[in-house]
Nanobody, 126 residues
């Protein structure tokens, strides 16, 4: 399973960015895999951002991004997106998409996910 994240960049406070993550691989099954976004700021621990289950339904969000970020997906293309609005300097981090190929259930624990993309940097200037 390969995960390719893109869409990061530099944006001013209050701005928006849309991250994309493409999942591929012969063994990847979207319906059997939960997908998630995590982030890690410099010197900080990895932090859960959002996740969606393999069977679809509503995404779950960290309290810090609820109401500002929206995670969505295209199951046909095996893509997931993270629309980030009203960005704040504290959102600055490297953002990673992750897949749990062993379970369709969402989890906020990064140790649950067994596949990771390379990450994309998001920097929010004040």
């Amino acid at each position: 399973v390969q995960l390719q994240a893109s869409g990061g960049g530099l944006v001013q406070t209050g701005g928006s960015l849309r991250l994309s993550c493409a999942a591929s691989g012969r063994t990847f099954s979207r319906s059997r895999s939960a997908l998630a976004w995590f982030r890690q700021g410099l010197g900080k621990e990895r932090e859960f951002v959002a996740a969606v289950s393999g069977i679809g339904g509503r995404a779950i969000y960290a309290d810090s991004v609820k109401g500002r970020f929206i995670m969505s997906g295209d199951n046909v293309e095996n893509m997931v997106y993270l629309q980030m609005n009203s960005l704040k300097p504290e959102d600055t981090a490297r953002y990673y998409c992750a897949a749990d190929s062993a379970s369709w259930r969402t989890s906020t624990n990064w140790k649950t996910y067994n596949y990771w993309g390379q990450g994309t940097q998001v920097t929010v200037s004040s």
